[in-house]
């Protein structure tokens, strides 16, 4: 009898193993999926900083204040796009193009 509920139990420990590593690679791909951004969105990002006046690189005791400045420049940028009808620099606004 004991024999027979030992090795139940074995068997149970087993198939909890077997099916942890079994989920193993589904999890770790499910992980991937949802990371942050892609190496050219970052790169995007930080070319969009760069243009209104943001450079990583140099040494700045006002971090936090200069990146964030530089956000709200982007964004009032993007609010003037906006507002103005959203076209692009040189794309004529009465519908005929440029020559």
């Given at each position: 009898m004991k024999t027979k509920i030992s090795m139940m139990?074995?068997?149970a420990v087993l198939a909890v193993i077997g099916a942890t590593l079994a989920a193993l690679?589904?999890?770790a791909n499910a992980q991937s999926a949802q990371s942050?951004?892609?190496r050219a969105q970052v790169q995007a990002e930080l070319a969009q900083l760069?243009?209104?006046g943001f450079y990583p690189g140099a040494r700045d005791p006002h971090y936090p204040d200069n990146i964030q400045a530089a956000?709200?420049?982007l964004h009032a940028r993007d609010e003037m796009k906006k507002?103005?009808?959203g076209a692009a620099m040189g794309v004529a606004q009465?519908?005929?193009t440029r020559n």
């Open positions: 139990c074995g068997l690679p589904t999890l942050g951004p892609t760069e243009s209104v956000e709200a420049k507002s103005v009808g009465s519908g005929k």
